[in-house]
């Protein structure tokens, strides 16, 4: 079992112990892919832990954007944690329906936003629900609070600077994506985008990880996937995926390495993907 760090991921063990804490705030980051056939809002309805409050990726997202779930302008930020009771002082724990998915996105927005005291559930609740921990089905009630913020421009890359990346060879991007997807084998789950991947970016699907029961893997086993992706963690990462989602992951997975340099594509292979001028490679 991973190391409990407030700042990074914590244990459904660690929840337990905290869950009365008069400063702690649960969300339910749950988010899906069309294919996946799952409805977030509606699980969080049917049942959650208690007191987590429902992170609606998609609402929460820069509306001016045609691409998915952008990160949202601060000032929207600011409006919606504030009315969902979520602050300046408070430690947040993130988690997800599917054990370590879309979680970690929300990890990313926070640490963006400058906010630090936020932690993903190890195995989310498929592993809170497992151990027979309670759950309820009533959203909790919520007051206004006081929410600052101080945008981490390092933690995020346009695709002009994904592209410097990609000629110079300066970073390593990391694709999230599943084998199939990056080789250009299978087809993109949006339609119009071509498939394929980032010139000279490496292949490390956010299940090599993960461990089976949907928690994340300690520093050896992180170390091994990156390892045998021919990874170079002595150069700044790029993270990138379908949509900006699972890119998260692999943040998450180099924060816990220790590694200080990484940030997240956030149109990743959506925004890429459609540019027919961006250069693509395959196999």
């Known amino acids: 079992m991973a190391q409990d760090d407030p700042k990074t ?39 959650h832990i ?20 952008m990160a949202p302008p601060p000032e929207k930020f600011i409006s919606r944690m504030r009315a969902m009771g979520v602050g300046d002082g408070h430690q947040v724990v993130v988690y997800d329906g599917a054990g370590l998915f879309s979680a970690a996105r929300v990890w990313w927005l926070f640490r963006l936003m400058g906010k630090t005291d936020i932690a993903v559930l190890d ?13 309820e089905d009533m959203p909790p009630l919520m007051r206004d609070r006081h929410i600052t913020v101080s945008v981490q421009n390092h933690l995020v890359r346009d695709v002009t600077q994904v592209a410097a990346a990609a000629k110079l060879r300066d970073h390593e991007i990391v694709d999230a994506r599943g084998p199939a997807r990056f080789r250009g084998e299978a087809p993109e789950p949006r339609a119009g985008l071509r498939s394929g991947h980032i010139p000279g970016s490496r292949n490390v699907h956010y299940a090599q990880l993960l461990n089976p029961d949907g928690t994340m893997k300690d520093e050896q086993g992180l170390r ?30 180099l924060e816990r390495l220790g590694h200080d340099r990484h940030s997240v594509y956030d149109g990743s292979w959506s925004e890429w993907g459609m540019y027919g001028d961006l250069k693509v490679e395959t196999g």
């Open 9 to 47: 991921l914590v244990s459904t063990e660690w929840l337990a112990r905290h869950m009365d804490d008069p400063d702690l705030r649960i969300l339910d980051g749950s988010w899906y892919l069309p294919d996946m056939g799952r409805d977030g809002r509606a699980e969080y309805d049917a049942a």
């Open 50 to 69: 208690p007191g987590a409050r429902f992170f609606d990726i998609d609402a929460l997202s820069d509306a001016r954007s045609d691409l998915p779930h």
């Open 123 to 135: 195995g989310g609740f498929p592993k809170w629900q497992a151990e027979g921990r309670p759950v």
């Open 224 to 253: 091994a996937a990156f390892d045998a992706a021919g990874v170079d963690l002595r150069k700044p990462v790029i993270s990138t995926c379908g949509s900006g989602v699972t890119a998260g992951i692999v943040d998450l997975a």
